[in-house]
Each structure stands twice: as structure tokens, then as C-alpha cells.
């Protein structure tokens, strides 16, 4: 599949909790990792989403906030996944931060030059990515 999303995990759906206006979808990646994701019950619906499924969540890089040096910390986002700086790529304003998440799945999120000196991310640096069950996107194949 070819999207414009930087971050698309394969997975199987291990947990689907119905409700009147959104599904919350469990997902379980490669390597054991859970993705949550809270799409509306008419997606659910039309994509026929059930346990046992395979689909693919994507999730756009700039919907990713990453943070350092949080283990003391509990965040709303439902996924929080840790992982190491494998390159910081500069641009004008942004940069893309590229993370080998701990269950070995690539990651890339976008964040301002601002922030990427703030948190001192460089190769090697740890971090975690977080980003909210509404910002992930399900596709399932035909």
C-alpha cells in the first residue's frame, strides 16, 4: 500500500470494544506492541472490523509528539511507545526524527528544529512517541 503516512504498522486486531458513535480497536503489532485506535462505528462498520482481522494503522509523522527523560510522567495519549534516535534530517523550520521503536518497528515523527534542540535528540538519544487513539487510521484490505 502506498500513502502518504510515514508510519504504517501491520497488525492484528486483538480486542474491539463496540460503542453508539466510536469503536475503540485494539491492535497487536510485530512484536507483541498494542496500538489503540478509536475510529467511528460507521468505519467499523464499513470496513468490517472484527477480532482476528488484519489491518494496518497509519498515522501521519506530524501527529506524532515525541518527549525525553518522561518515565516519571503518565501522558492521556493511549499510545506511548519508547524507542532510539536512529536520525535527526534538518529542515528550514522541522525536522524528521526517525526512532527504532524497543520492538524493533521504525517510527518517524515531525517536529520543529525548536524542539528537536530543546530535547537534544540526536542518534542513540532515547525518546518516546506519543500520539491519541483518534489520530490513528485503519485501512483493511478488499
Known sequence: ???SARNQFNGVISNLRQGAVNDEVEVTLAGGS?????????????LNLAVGKDVVALVKAP???????????????????TG????????AVNSEVLL???GGL????VITNDS????????GKKATALFKASSVILAVKK
Request: aromatic content about 6%.
Open 63 to 81: 501527529w506524532i509528539v515525541l518527549a525525553t527523560g518522561a518515565d516519571d510522567l503518565q501522558f492521556s495519549a493511549r499510545n506511548q511507545f
Open 1 to 3: 500500500m502506498r500513502t
Open 106 to 109: 521504525p517510527l518517524a515523527a
Open 84 to 91: 532510539t534516535v536512529s536520525a535527526v534530517i534538518k529542515g
Open 116 to 123: 528537536v534542540a530543546d530535547l537534544e535528540l540526536a542518534a
Open 100 to 102: 527504532a521503536l524497543d
Open 34 to 46: 498494542k496500538l489503540a485506535a478509536v475510529v467511528t462505528r460507521d468505519s467499523s462498520q464499513s
